[in-house]
Each structure stands twice: as structure tokens, then as C-alpha cells.
């Protein structure tokens, strides 16, 4: 349980981070002043704050993109987690090697004819 808590714990740390980068990173915010700028890189609520003081019109569009791409990023390093995970799990699995071939249904009813 505990192993359990700490994995969600780190795991929601490190793709907090992924989203808050990309949206960053992404953020068009040109034309603005330093100070507001750097406010709008904080959050999406920011952002819209930020717009209706300075009046600037594509800012919340240019957030809204933002968003939607750091989310995209973040459900594509999930989706590889699981498919990696998944391969984990399928290669260690105790007994998956060794999985006794299924009967072949044709011998017996052949035999039966005999």
C-alpha cells in the first residue's frame, strides 16, 4: 500500500510537470510585459486574468491550445507506460513460458472413427 501511494504520489509530480512545461512552452505570450508573462505561464486561470487586465485577444485562445497540448503529452506518456508495463508483465509473468499447448480438437474425433 504504501509502494502504491508513493508511485501515485510521484507519478502525479512528474506529469504535473510534463503538463505545466508544455503549456508554457507553448503559451504565446507576445506583446505582453515581463511581469504579466511570466504570471500567464502559471496556470490557464492565470492566463485569463492576465487577458482581461492587458486586453490582449488571442492570449486565452493561444492558452486553450496550450492546454489541450501539454494534455495530449500527457495522455501519450501514459498510453507508453501502460503498453511498456503491459510487456513487463507478460514477459515476467510466472508460468507464461511454460503454458501447456491447447489439445487439438481434430485428433479425437478422428480416432473416434477408427
Not at 490582449?56 to 501519450?76: D, E, F, K, R, W
Not at 507508453?80 to 485428433?107: N, Q, Y
Given at each position: 500500500?504504501?509502494?502504491?501511494?508513493?508511485?501515485?504520489?510521484?507519478?502525479?509530480?512528474?506529469?504535473?510537470?510534463?503538463?505545466?512545461?508544455?503549456?508554457?512552452?507553448?503559451?504565446?505570450?507576445?506583446?505582453?510585459?515581463?511581469?504579466?508573462?511570466?504570471t500567464?505561464?502559471?496556470?490557464?486561470?492565470?492566463?485569463?486574468?492576465?487577458?482581461?487586465?492587458?486586453?490582449?485577444?488571442?492570449?486565452?485562445?493561444?492558452?486553450?491550445?496550450?492546454?489541450?497540448?501539454?494534455?495530449?503529452?500527457?495522455?501519450?506518456?501514459?498510453?507508453?507506460?501502460?503498453?511498456?508495463?503491459?510487456?513487463?508483465?507478460?514477459?515476467?509473468?510466472?508460468g507464461?513460458?511454460?503454458?501447456?499447448?491447447?489439445?487439438?480438437?481434430?485428433?479425437?474425433?478422428?480416432?473416434?472413427?477408427?
Amino acid at each position: 500500500m504504501t509502494l502504491r501511494q508513493a508511485g501515485g504520489a510521484t507519478g502525479i509530480a512528474l506529469l504535473g510537470s510534463l503538463l505545466s512545461g508544455a503549456f508554457r512552452d507553448r503559451l504565446d505570450v507576445a506583446g505582453l510585459p515581463p511581469q504579466a508573462a511570466d504570471t500567464a505561464g502559471e496556470s490557464v486561470v492565470a492566463v485569463r486574468l492576465v487577458a482581461e487586465r492587458s486586453g490582449a485577444p488571442g492570449l486565452i485562445a493561444s492558452a486553450n491550445g496550450a492546454y489541450a497540448h501539454g494534455t495530449a503529452l500527457v495522455l501519450l506518456v501514459c498510453a507508453l507506460a501502460s503498453l511498456v508495463s503491459a510487456l513487463l508483465v507478460a514477459g515476467f509473468l510466472p508460468g507464461a513460458r511454460s503454458a501447456p499447448a491447447a489439445p487439438d480438437m481434430a485428433t479425437p474425433a478422428a480416432d473416434a472413427g477408427q
